[in-house]
């Protein structure tokens, strides 16, 4: 029987530009595995010399869909995995994955508490699977998602996040942008702060479930005011994606 920590070859079926420094990749898996929103692969390249490097990256789809995922990746510059993602991978190019992995930093439909989601960049992709997931299974329980981008070009998913804002589901999509603004932009401006997460946060009630992910700086810093605005500590659930700040 297959295991999650087990390698397999999968296959890219599909490439695709999300913003200029973004691209998400479909992989068919010969052992698929249902996955639950919020998990992620493992991600190995090996080196003719044998040299062999690692990385997780985020289920973005749905599990709804079989056979295969979306993987949606950052390229960060210097990086030894996302340049190679990026520069070289084609569709019909193999490469070894493993998962579904994690248990903690998980939604499921069949959780019907209000939900908060809170990304920065691209720690939009496995909150990006809960809303995927939860817009397949009819989900309509309240939910808010603040999403922090540097600009309007940087944000990821725009168009897939403008349909689900007006598809009238009782799902209120908020986006703040940090360094740059369109002139007519209509939504805040700012570093996430508390002011902005007790906006948010505080219409869906005692109860909420929050998701963060980000940058670790983010993550860290937003978790902490959440608490300080009681928010019981164990309805936030945090998944940091790198070292440097938003
Ligand atoms: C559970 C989990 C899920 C993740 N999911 C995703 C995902 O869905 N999409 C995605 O793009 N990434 C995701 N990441 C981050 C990913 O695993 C890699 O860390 C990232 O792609 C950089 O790898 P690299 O080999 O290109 O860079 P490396 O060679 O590891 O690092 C190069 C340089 O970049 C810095 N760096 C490393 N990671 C980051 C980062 N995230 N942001 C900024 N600087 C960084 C390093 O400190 C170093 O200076 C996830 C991480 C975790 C732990």
Same mark, same amino acid.
């Given at each position: 029987?297959?295991?999650?920590?087990?390698?397999?070859?999968?296959?890219?079926?599909?490439?695709?530009?999300?913003?200029?420094?973004?691209?998400?990749?479909?992989?068919?898996?010969?052992?698929?595995? %249902?996955?639950? @929103? /919020?998990?992620?692969?493992?991600?190995? *390249?090996?080196?003719?010399?044998?040299?062999? $490097?690692?990385?997780? =990256?985020?289920?973005?789809?749905?599990?709804?869909?079989?056979?295969?995922?979306?993987?949606?990746?950052?390229?960060?510059?210097?990086?030894?995995?996302?340049?190679?993602?990026?520069?070289?991978?084609?569709?019909?190019?193999?490469?070894?994955?493993?998962?579904?992995?994690?248990?903690?930093?998980?939604?499921?439909?069949?959780?019907?508490?209000?939900?908060?989601?809170?990304?920065?960049?691209?720690?939009?992709?496995?909150?990006?699977?809960?809303?995927?997931? %939860?817009?397949? @299974? /009819?989900?309509?329980?309240?939910?808010? *998602?603040?999403?922090?981008?540097?600009?309007? $070009?940087?944000?990821? =998913?725009?168009?897939?996040?403008?349909?689900?804002?007006?598809?009238?589901?009782?799902?209120?999509?908020?986006?703040?942008?940090?360094?740059?603004?369109?002139?007519?932009?209509?939504?805040?401006?700012?570093?996430?702060?508390?002011?902005?997460?007790?906006?948010?946060?505080?219409?869906?009630?005692?109860?909420?479930?929050?998701?963060?992910?980000?940058?670790?700086?983010?993550?860290?810093?937003?978790?902490?005011?959440?608490?300080?605005?009681?928010?019981?500590?164990?309805?936030?659930?945090?998944?940091?994606?790198?070292?440097?700040?938003?």
């Amino acid at each position: 029987m297959k295991k999650t920590l087990d390698w397999q070859i999968a296959s890219i079926r599909d490439v695709k530009p999300e913003t200029a420094k973004v691209k998400s990749f479909t992989l068919t898996l010969p052992d698929w595995m %249902r996955h639950r @929103a /919020g998990q992620h692969y493992d991600i190995r *390249l090996t080196a003719e010399d044998g040299y062999q $490097a690692q990385r997780s =990256y985020s289920i973005a789809s749905e599990p709804e869909r079989e056979g295969e995922v979306d993987i949606t990746v950052e390229r960060i510059n210097d990086g030894e995995v996302s340049t190679y993602m990026h520069d070289v991978l084609m569709p019909g190019d193999r490469i070894e994955a493993r998962g579904p992995i994690g248990g903690y930093f998980v939604w499921e439909a069949t959780m019907t508490e209000p939900l908060l989601l809170i990304a920065g960049g691209s720690g939009i992709v496995p909150l990006m699977s809960m809303l995927r997931h %939860r817009a397949a @299974a /009819g989900g309509k329980n309240p939910a808010a *998602l603040l999403y922090s981008s540097r600009n309007f $070009a940087d944000i990821i =998913y725009y168009t897939e996040l403008e349909k689900l804002r007006t598809a009238n589901n009782g799902m209120q999509i908020l986006h703040t942008l940090t360094r740059s603004h369109p002139v007519e932009w209509k939504g805040f401006a700012r570093r996430i702060d508390a002011d902005m997460l007790k906006e948010v946060a505080h219409p869906l009630g005692k109860s909420v479930q929050v998701y963060v992910c980000g940058p670790t700086l983010l993550v860290e810093s937003v978790a902490n005011t959440l608490v300080k605005l009681e928010i019981d500590a164990h309805q936030i659930r945090t998944e940091r994606f790198g070292p440097t700040g938003g």
